[in-house]
């Protein structure tokens, strides 16, 4: 069963009662910006979110299917998630502390159009690897999209730089944030450190090569949000390389 103790792949950040503050990647946090802040009751925001379980299971041969298990607070259901296009969404949304996106929406059980976010994928942009983008049923995207989400969707696109717009670096990254000429961009990004843009880089490539390496048939473990050892040793080097 998904959640039993022990079976986190990522563990937990903070104990029961923290509450994140203060700005992303703050001293005192050793380098984990807002992943250091991040506890089972919040994140910088304020607002009350709860953990998730999450259990991913590689679809066993053709004509399977990958499949997502969430449990919070005891309740396991099926998620309706696109493995690929939406596990950098788990890495950016828990490092920068985007707790209204799609994995805080699962989490709170407030994604009411998940079937459309997880099958909501033009082709012409699933192509160039857009994360979550083009429409379902002929529904536009703006129309479901919630502006957490939203905002989540276009930052995690500056951060994994699938259609090679510049520099993977924390540069690069605000280069392609300033670009999309939105003022709530730009603002999550003036909250977050150069080594928390690092962190995100490199742990979205991280856990795409985890997902990479499970067999077919095999299962993923993880949780929302990402805890300190997932990101344990992905901080090292010059924060200018990647």
Same mark, same amino acid.
Request: one cysteine or more; a neutral charge; proline letters at 7%.
């Given at each position: ?5 022990? *079976?986190?792949?990522?563990?937990? !950040? &903070? ?5 994140? *503050? &203060? ?9 984990? &910006? ?14 009350? $979110? ?19 298990? $969430?449990?919070?607070?005891? !309740? ?6 696109? !493995? !690929?296009? =939406? ?13 209204? &996106? ?7 059980? *407030? ?30 995207? =703006? ?43 730009? /603002? ?17 490539? /991280? ?13 993923? *473990? ?15 080097? =010059?924060?200018?390389?990647?």
């Amino acid at each position: 069963m998904v959640g039993q103790p022990g *079976s986190r792949a990522s563990g937990m !950040v &903070g104990q029961p009662g923290s509450r994140a *503050s &203060g700005m992303v990647g703050q001293p005192g946090f050793a380098g984990f &910006g807002i992943a250091g802040q991040l506890g089972c009751d919040g994140f910088g925001g304020g607002g009350t $979110l709860p953990v998730m379980e999450i259990m991913l299971v590689k679809a066993a041969g053709p004509g399977d299917r990958d499949r997502a298990y $969430l449990e919070v607070d005891g !309740v396991t259901r099926r998620g309706a998630i696109h !493995v !690929v296009h =939406d596990l950098p969404h788990l890495v950016v949304e828990s490092l920068f502390g985007i707790d209204d &996106g799609l994995w805080g929406e699962l989490a709170a059980r *407030s994604h009411a159009e998940a079937g459309r976010a997880a099958g909501a994928r033009d082709p012409k942009r699933h192509k160039q690897g857009r994360i979550v983008s083009g429409a379902a049923a002929d529904v536009p995207a =703006d129309q479901w999209l919630t502006p957490g989400h939203r905002l989540a969707k276009t930052v995690t696109n500056c951060v994994t730089n699938r259609w090679g717009d510049g520099p993977d670096t924390p540069a690069g990254v605000r280069g392609r944030a300033a670009r999309q000429d939105n003022p709530a961009v730009t /603002d999550l990004l003036a909250r977050v450190d150069d080594e928390t843009i690092v962190l995100a880089i490199r742990g979205v490539r /991280d856990l795409e090569r985890r997902w990479v390496a499970v067999p077919p048939g095999g299962k993923l *473990s993880l949780s929302w949000p990402l805890g300190r050892d997932f990101f344990a040793g992905a901080g090292s080097g =010059d924060p200018r390389q990647v």
